[in-house]
């Protein structure tokens, strides 16, 4: 079903229309209220008045990551504190903490574009909803909850942890849809099987997996799993959260929300403008926010978009699953190598527990790169001829993949750390001198 | 007769034997026999154990990779030569050694045999008259 037929379906030139004069509107709203851009837009010359349109949005300058750090933690805000009604921030695991702040319209907007999205996976008034992001700072529990609420469904808030219990509740409460992360999904697959739960037990249908890239295998192991369609759900705290864009019942590409948020693909080495088709960096202008809105954010998330009509009405552009993150990619022996490839390898073969590590370490001078798996206890033999061939088999997949050859370590089951939020998939122990 | 054998697969890391015989130890498993082969990253533990099915029960309740395979326990005398004539008669009939481990205790010595072809290494041990070990011989 479609939740705002005048916005997903809109013409193109209605769109751009609407794009532009948003746009003209930020602008000006920035200048005004955030020293930070005036300040920027001043050393390049630019005056509000110099943005007619949409066009015009590659005259204006980027923001990135760093600049939302250095400016903790209300720089950036546009809206005075007494409009801001609420605060999310980012783990910050180096640095300050990302922070951003919400005024009430934005929330609205927030639960205005969850609401598409569920929507467009086929959640209706008539399904129970179980909201599996962490609630809290992080944008997933709260954005996804009143996501569920606008539309009408039943929410259960049951956030991260206690998985057994929450299977009981998924399988008593009837829950038909779930949000979490595709490896949290993964994670309770395992826990239902473990409880000797069949998935015919289970009445899900709908899971909305976000918040980290995921791959086609994954999915495919997913929905087998537990009996379920699993959807794309993408988005960023200094965007929105999730629900900037959304896959709908063709799973080919994720529709953006660009009434509010305006997409662009760039060069992430030159910053230019790519074509649509071409793979780069995701840039977002936030076109209607209040609280803290940015100019041309760059996601450092690599993906192309895809224009034209989609087969389910929807008129709104689409990104292709992410294929990684500028800032993930690990560069080793000179190699672009993205966790999500190796991800794809591994969930390709039967023989291997869907998680894995990577180990990047640097000796005499040479980059090398380890790969951590667990053997499905089913696969373990006894014969050690076979276990080294296993191992052969999955390091000759990697290399033809990556390019270059990894050590792959095969270890015991349950032994790499499960996550119940974003996993951490790669530790690099090289020191650059 | 064949006899159950316990096989574990372990990481390279200090101390996970230990936590293998610990586990065994605290549910009233006793060990007669064991040998530990070693690759590069991985190992894998074979045992012989008072009670397999136990075994692997707890084991996999501690998150070990186990399983339980068929060997062959042969009972000889421990003295010089007497492994020779035995071998001797596997390999006129071309049965292959997977692999073996033996333990000797007073005038007696026992050697587990994975061979690669099962029947046929019985058949031969039978026909030669040898002292093939069941279980509750042990």
Redesign the interface.
Known sequence: MIWNTSKECMSREQMRELQGKRLQKLVVYVYHNVPFYRRKMQEMDLSPDDIRGIDDIVKLPFTTKQDLRDNYPYGLMAAPRSEVVRVHASSGTTGNPTIVGYTRRDLSIWSEVMARSLSAYGVTREDTFSVSYGYGLFTGGLGAHYGVENLGATVIPASTGNTEKHVRLIRDLHITGIACTPSYALYLAEVVERMGIDKSELDLRIGAFGAEPWTENMRREIQERLGLKGYNIYGLSEIMGPGVSYECQEQHGSHINEDHFYPEIIDPETLRPLPAGVQGELVFTTLTKEGMPLLRYRTKDLTSLMPGTCPCGRTNVRMTPIMGRSDDMLIIRGINVFPSQVESVILGMKEFEPRYMLVVDRRNNLDTLEVQVEVRRDFFTDDIGAMLGLKKRLSDKLKSVLSISADVKLMEPNSIARSEGKSQRVIDKRVLV | MTIK?L?V???NKTGRINDVVRTLGQNGINMHAFSM?E?A??G?L?LIVSDVDRAVEVL?GQ?????S?DVVCLGCANVPGSLAVILEYLAQEQIFI?YMYAFAQNDRAHVVI?PNDMTRCLATLKQHGCDVLSDNEL
Not at chain 2, 63 to 67: E, H, I, K, W
């Open positions: 054998q096989s697969f372990l990481e082969a690759t990253d991985f894998i074979r996999r998150d070990f990779a186990v399983m395979t997977d994975k």
